[in-house]
C-alpha cells in the first residue's frame, strides 16, 4: 500500500497473488496508456498518479468471482478497465471487448498486441453485437443496473452471470432493477473503495409484465 492507502504496483502482487508475468503484463499495458492519454480522452490527469489503485486493483479483485470461468465479455470498455486486467491476469481465457469509440477502440487493439493478451475489440454499439459463448459478462461505470441489466441481458439468459462494480447506490439500483427482472445477487464490498461494491447477478430473466 501507498502511504495514502492505496494499491501500488508493487503491492499488488501479494495482495492479490499476480505472477510476474502477469505484472509484466500489466505493465505494457499502463506504458501503453501512458503513451495514449495525451491523444485520446482515457483516463483524467487527476485519476493518473492512482492508475494502479483505482483501475487495475479494481479489476485484480475481480479475478476471484470469475471462478472457473475463462470466456468473458466486457461492456463499454472504455480505456480497457476491466477488460484488459482480467485479460493480463486470465489463464488459458479469452476477454472480448466491446466498444463504440473509434479511438478508444484502437488503444485497446494497440494495449492488446502490445501486452500479448488473449483478447479481442469489437467497435460496435452493445445492441448490435451477435451473442457469442461467453460464461462471464462484465461492465464499469456503464449505467445503472436496471440498463446494465438490459444491455447485457443476451448473455446473462444464455446463462451468463455478471460480475460489475457498483457504487455507493446499489441497493437503489437494485429495487429498481427488481421490478423488471428476477435475479439471484450477491454483494461483496470492495477493496479499492470505501463506498464501492461488487455485484454479481445469475439466473436472470425478465418479467412479465
Given at each position: ?70 470466456r468473458v465479455v466486457d461492456l463499454g470498455s472504455g480505456a ?84 460489475f462494480p457498483k457504487g455507493e447506490n446499489l441497493d437503489e ?37
Open positions: 500500500m501507498s502511504q495514502s492507502g492505496g494499491f501500488t504496483r508493487d503491492s499488488l502482487a501479494g495482495a492479490f497473488d499476480v505472477s510476474r508475468e502477469t505484472l509484466a503484463r500489466l505493465d505494457a499495458i499502463i506504458a501503453e496508456l501512458d503513451a495514449w492519454r495525451g491523444k485520446v480522452n482515457l483516463v483524467g490527469p487527476r485519476e493518473w498518479p492512482m492508475i494502479w489503485h483505482r483501475h487495475v486493483a479494481d479489476g485484480l479483485q475481480l479475478m476471484p468471482l470469475l471462478g472457473s470461468a475463462r480497457g478497465f476491466p477488460g484488459l486486467v482480467i485479460a493480463a491476469a486470465l489463464e488459458d481465457g479469452h476477454v472480448t471487448m466491446i466498444e463504440s469509440v473509434g479511438k478508444k477502440c484502437a488503444f485497446l487493439r494497440a494495449a492488446i498486441q502490445a501486452a500479448h493478451l488473449p483478447a479481442r475489440v469489437e467497435q460496435a454499439r452493445i445492441e448490435s453485437v451477435d451473442v457469442e459463448d461467453v460464461e462471464v459478462v462484465t461492465a464499469r461505470a456503464l449505467a445503472p443496473l436496471p440498463k446494465l441489466l438490459e444491455l447485457s441481458a443476451k448473455w446473462l439468459e444464455a446463462g451468463a452471470f455478471g460480475v439500483e437494485l429495487t429498481a432493477a427488481r421490478q423488471r427482472w428476477t435475479f439471484t445477487a450477491e454483494v461483496i464490498p470492495s477493496r479499492t473503495s470505501p463506498t464501492g461494491q461488487i455485484l454479481t447477478v445469475s439466473e436472470v430473466r425478465k418479467r412479465d409484465v
